[in-house]
Nanobody, 118 residues
Framework: QVQLVESGGGLVQPGGSLRLSCAAS????????MGWYRQAPGKQRELVAA???????NYAEPVKDRFTISRDNAKNTVYLQMNSLKPEDTAVYYC????????????WGQGTQVTVSS
């Protein structure tokens, strides 16, 4: 059974930082592309950042230079370090695991809420 369990969300003031974690089980973690997506109220889910099995990364334009995605294959965990947070970063953040863009090998976590507010 595949499980992706996110943690680390919460309430933070503008300019603050949070680190999200996603622990994966039930998949061959090292070969999967891992991603973080977010969905704000009334908006579509969007890609925030992704890291391939070879640790190539890509970021959405709004988070470049503020967020960093990384992975620890020994712990089957992917991280999202979020700095200089803005109110517009408020959303539910979801972890995703995907192998070769196959829809049958595409998994999601339950999501973790990030709220940026003073």
């Amino acid at each position: 059974q595949v499980q992706l369990v996110e943690s680390g969300g919460g309430l933070v003031q503008p300019g603050g930082s949070l680190r999200l974690s996603c622990a994966a089980s039930g998949i061959a973690f090292t070969i999967y592309t891992m991603g973080w997506y977010r969905q704000a109220p009334g908006k579509q889910r969007e890609l925030v950042a992704a890291i391939t099995a070879r640790t190539n990364t890509n970021y959405a334009e709004p988070v470049k230079d503020r967020f960093t995605i990384s992975r620890d294959n020994a712990k089957n965990t992917v991280y999202l370090q979020m700095n200089s947070l803005k109110p517009e970063d408020t959303a539910v953040y979801y972890c995703n695991a995907n192998y070769l863009r196959r829809s049958d090998l595409d998994y999601w976590g339950q999501g973790t809420q990030v709220t940026v507010s003073s």
